[in-house]
């Protein structure tokens, strides 16, 4: 079935540049999102990239898309204390047996600290 | 305007018992999803509600669990018998329609925390 893996943990100083690292199987991939889950509130969607996209860039985030090696990473520039959260990746692909279309697949999420 | 809303926001219970876990979604939204995170797990789909098309109970992980919703608005999620590995939290998202080949994209609520003792 599909999987998508994430490193748990990434620890970066104030003010450095941030990349999280997503891999995922399934080639029929169409959407990949990055999800930001701060404590004790819900999901927040930061960005999302299509699968014919290789990059996309949003203020101070960039999304690196390298679809033949199905790898996806976020990349937080001038990182702050309140980017500080849990950061999921999640895909989800057309569907093709007649089920939901509307289910994402998530990582287990990065745990990303912020040190002053 | 306000987003997905979900009550309780904490629930504890005995293992035994029956919950129920509910979900406001954002008004017009005619998708709904729940989803269960274990601790230190990504998340899991559970189940997907869109109009008046019968649900997508895929993703239960048994009998049960069980899912309504009333027309296009509210949904309760119901763990009956309720086990200890059935602690997590349950996130309930909305989206717009989902057209044929396309995509909306989904609005989280804060999700309801369940310990079951």
């Known amino acids: 079935g599909e999987d998508v893996e994430q490193s748990l943990f990434l620890s970066v100083r104030e003010g450095d540049s941030s990349v999280i690292n997503c891999t995922y199987t399934d080639s029929s991939s169409t959407y990949l999102y990055w999800y930001k889950q701060e404590p004790g509130a819900g999901l927040q969607l930061l960005t999302y990239i299509f699968s014919n996209m290789d990059m996309k860039q949003d203020q101070r985030l960039t999304v690196l898309l390298n679809k033949k090696d199905k790898h996806l990473s976020l990349r937080i520039a001038d990182t702050q204390t309140g980017d500080s959260a849990i950061y999921f990746c999640?895909?989800?692909?057309?569907?093709?047996?007649?089920?939901?279309?509307?289910?994402?697949?998530f990582g287990k999420g990065t745990k990303l600290s912020v040190k002053p | 305007g306000a987003g997905v809303s979900q009550s309780p926001s904490n629930k504890v219970t005995e293992k035994g018992k029956d919950v129920e876990l509910r979900c406001d979604p954002i008004s017009g939204h005619t998708a709904l999803y729940w989803y269960r995170q274990r601790l230190g797990q990504g998340l899991e789909f559970l189940i997907y509600?869109?109009?008046?098309?019968?649900?997508?109970k895929s993703g239960l992980p048994s009998d049960r669990f069980s899912a309504e919703r009333t027309g296009e608005s509210v949904s309760t999620l119901t763990i009956q018998r309720t086990q200890q590995e059935d602690s997590a939290v349950y996130l309930c998202?909305?989206?717009?329609?989902?057209?044929?080949?396309?995509?909306?994209?989904?609005?989280f609520g804060p999700g309801t925390r369940l310990l079951v003792l």
């Open positions: 509600f869109q109009g008046n098309s019968a649900p997508d």
């Open positions: 999640a895909e989800s692909s057309l569907p093709n047996y007649g089920g939901s279309q509307g289910n994402l697949i």
């Open positions: 998202a909305s989206s717009l329609e989902v057209l044929a080949g396309g995509r909306e994209t989904q609005y």
